[in-house]
């Protein structure tokens, strides 16, 4: 099978946006999604650490869950507010700093899922300090990272 490919979608300012087509149903995906245990095995960014992830097995709306992370070489653990959430094609949380993650499913075909994932900073404390420090495109990349693993992952 082909590698992925992941291509940029335009969601608008502030918001780095990503898509992916998975290999598999949507709900094999959004198990995957909306479990914060399992978010180590989701990551391409290489910031989320496996240990002591705390929170419900299974996201739902106002679900809070707390992950172990590690950034410029220091650790720190960070616990985040589900926002936003429909069962098997939609879940978003809130980063305390206020900007979010979201992650929409579709299945476009059976056992093909169109995934999407956005960092919206357009909601943060402090979006221009997250353009100063890179964030949109470490983000950028971190995004293209780990959906080209979670693709590869169902090849």
Not at 44 to 51: C, I, K, P
Not at 126 to 146: D, F, H, R
Request: glycine share 8%; charged share 20%; no cysteine.
């Amino acid at each position: 099978m082909a590698d992925a490919v992941v291509t940029t979608v335009d969601s608008g300012a502030r918001k780095v946006t990503r898509q992916v087509l998975v290999h598999a149903p949507s709900a094999e995906v959004f198990a995957l999604v909306a479990d914060p245990h399992r978010h180590p095995e989701l990551d391409g960014s290489g910031t989320v650490r496996d240990t002591d992830v705390q929170g419900p097995a299974t996201l739902s709306q106002g679900a809070t869950f707390s992950v172990g992370m590690k950034q410029y070489g220091v650790p720190y653990r960070i616990t985040s507010t589900v926002t936003a959430f429909t069962d098997g094609r939609l879940v978003e949380w809130r980063h305390p700093m206020g900007h979010r993650w979201r992650w929409e499913l579709v299945e476009s075909a059976a056992g093909t899922t169109q995934v999407t994932e956005t960092f919206d900073y357009s909601t943060a404390r402090s979006p221009k300090v997250l353009e100063l420090l890179g964030q949109p495109a470490k983000n950028a990349q971190g995004i293209e990272s780990t959906l080209t693993a979670l693709a590869a992952r169902f090849a």
